[in-house]
């Protein structure tokens, strides 16, 4: 069992930046692949971004790459997310996700969730 928090959401003008994070107390961190997922206003969740548990692979939907980053620092059992360049259609409740992996399985299929942190993109 993991427990995951969020936070570092907010309201951000477009072409803006956030860092969110997601810390993780439980079981050992280290064990799990990551992922980040969002619901925008009235859709399903979505993939966003996942990482290795090592992180030496990561993974990232079309439409954020080149703009958002996730990382991972297990000794503060502790994942984030980069996310720059922002636009309205990144408006939307960002959820991190855990997995026990020993690689990085696509689609990416958490077994444990967090409450998740509002992103508003807006001017």
């Known amino acids: 069992q993991v427990q995951l928090v969020e936070s570092g959401g907010g309201l951000v003008q477009p072409g803006g930046s956030l860092r969110l994070s997601c810390a993780a107390s439980g079981r050992t961190f280290s064990i799990y692949a990551m992922g980040w997922f969002r619901q925008p206003p009235g859709k399903e969740r979505e993939f966003v971004a996942a990482?290795?548990?090592?992180?030496?692979?990561?993974l990232y939907a079309d439409s954020v790459k080149g703009r958002f980053t996730i990382s991972r620092d297990n000794d503060k059992n502790t994942v984030y997310l980069q996310t720059n360049s922002l636009k309205p259609e990144d408006t939307a409740v960002y959820y991190c996700g855990a997995a026990v992996s020993t690689g990085l399985p696509y689609p990416f299929s958490p077994g444990f969730w967090g409450q998740g942190t509002q992103v508003t993109v807006s001017s």
């Open positions: 990482i290795s548990r090592s992180g030496g692979s990561t």
